[in-house]
DNA sequence: TTAAACCCTAAAGTGTACTAGAGGGTCAAA
DNA sequence: TTTGACCCTCTAGTACACTTTAGGGTTTAA
């Protein structure tokens, strides 16, 4: 399978491909006479693996040792795939956990402006970030 | 006052101030005989301004312009500053539900597997991630 | 006087995940 | 035969907010 045949199969821009196999994320594939790459039917299922880790929150240096232990799965247990999961729900956590805190003290000071058009001189706002 | 000075009060590094400067957040200081800079008191101010602002989500080209406001708030409206934060507002809690979305996949396939310290060839993480 | 601590500029590097561009070869159909 | 679709490599650019490096000059205390 060519290139482009492989992106469109996958939904995924050409270069990303070759991006991905630069990143050693999929193997590098074999060679047409003319230099053309030429995909195994595998590299369709590699790549919806990869596609599915990045939504829910991998990145691919993370999918790429996912990987690793993917394809030699026998070698690995449950607990070393676990933990990749649980150190991602983790940064999660604390992501949103930060997030929701910069929400309350934007809001806070969101709420106290009276939003009028008169002059901002008096703005609650401008004063809590002075403070 | 002198660059490291102001770093410190401030608990900032040297470059970022000049990095600060470049970007136009923070006044170009006179200069001492010597070309160091020296800073104005009012610098320590606008720098915590600056922090804050970046710490309620900020990025320093909204800081920017928060700052422009700021610095003129007499032609300036509540309705603008407040028109700021309602943005803002609206961007934190779009990524707080994107990472919600992704926590709740995450969290369903860790939860199914079994963690244990047997191969991972029937890893339900690893099934999930293929399919 | 000399060593540490401080200051300067300008340019390049960092990380992330691509995306775009230059410049060129290959293939199939009209 | 020529047009268009496809493929190749290599390099550079993108956004963001710094950080590092190279190669200096200045001040202060021992
Ligand atoms: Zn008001
Ligand atoms: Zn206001
Ligand atoms: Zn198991
Ligand atoms: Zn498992």
Redesign the pocket.
Known sequence: M??????KTVD?????L???ESQGLINE?Q???????DYPQNSVERLRFIKKA?LVG?????IKDLLAIQVTKDEHTCQEVKNFTQIKLDEINQKINELSEIKAALQKIHTSCCGGEETAAHCSILQALEN
Chains 1, 2 share one sequence.
């Open positions: 060519k290139i482009g045949q492989l992106a995924l821009d050409i270069q990303t070759r991006y991905y594939p060679r047409l006479e003319n230099g053309y790459r990045k991998f990145t691919l240096k993370e």
